[in-house]
């Protein structure tokens, strides 16, 4: 069965360095989002994005974030100076885009930021 | 806008009993409603969805739902656990008609299956 991937699994870095998060959607989906998790609180909505551009993006993505698909497959996030509160599991999610279907997500990935 | 409220974050049950995992929403529109579970170290899958037709919904792994639009609740119900039922369950809502509309998640329900 297809998976959304998504690397890496774990990720440290230190508060103010960039860090890049990738997701690489199942083939014939065309609609991505990121959410994230903060330890023992609800998953959240982040962004939104269809035909290389932003559909959707909540209050949290503030400038600091970045989308894009730079070659086609990948799907990736971009945090430009990280903060402490950024440490949270990222999960990428992927619909074909058609309708209100199923999300697939990625297993995620953990970010701690020191 | 859309709430999901989860009662219980913790959940401990006896092997082979039966199980009952609480979710109400809040919405000024209709509402899509799913159930995701998330195995450790894994992602979420998706377990069940309510998106109209029957209030009674069934899922993966033996797993069960009912929506109720009077109490805003989607109940997941399951009527006798396994071991590897232990995960970690969400509920989620997005609004109806608005396509590809990100996903509302409740705080999560821990169930733990004791042997």
């Known amino acids: 069965e297809p998976e959304v991937t998504q690397t890496p699994s774990h990720q440290v870095t230190q508060m103010g360095q960039e860090v890049i998060l990738r997701c690489v959607p199942i083939?014939?989906?065309?609609?991505f989002y990121w959410y994230r998790q903060i330890l023992g609180q609800k998953v959240e909505f982040l962004v939104s994005?269809?035909?290389?551009?932003?559909?959707?993006k909540s209050e949290i993505f503030d400038d600091q974030f970045s989308v894009e698909r730079p070659d086609g497959s990948n799907f990736t996030l971009k945090i430009r100076s990280t903060k402490l509160e950024d440490s949270a599991m990222y999960f990428c999610?992927?619909?074909?885009?058609?309708?209100?279907?199923?999300?697939?997500f990625g297993p995620g990935t953990r970010l701690l930021v020191l | 806008a859309q709430s999901v409220t989860q009662l219980d974050s913790q959940v401990p049950v006896f092997e082979e009993a039966p199980v009952e995992l609480r979710c109400n929403y809040s919405?000024?529109?209709?509402?899509?409603l799913f159930w995701y579970v998330q195995y450790p170290n894994q992602g979420l899958q998706l377990l069940l969805k309510?998106?109209?037709?029957?209030?009674l919904v069934k899922g993966i792994n033996g797993f069960e739902a009912e929506f109720n639009k009077s109490q805003t609740s989607f109940h997941l119900r399951k009527p006798s656990v396994h071991i590897n039922d232990t995960a970690e369950y969400f509920c989620?809502?997005?609004?109806?008609?608005?396509?590809?509309?990100?996903?509302?998640f409740g705080k999560g329900t821990r169930l733990s299956v004791i042997a």
């Open positions: 994005f269809y035909n290389n551009e932003i559909s959707e």
């Open positions: 083939s014939n989906h065309l609609y």
């Open positions: 999610a992927t619909t074909t885009g058609q309708g209100q279907e199923t999300q697939y």
């Open positions: 989620a809502v997005s609004p109806q008609g608005s396509g590809n509309t990100p996903l509302v």
């Open positions: 309510y998106l109209s037709g029957s209030t």
């Open positions: 919405s000024s529109v209709s509402v899509y």
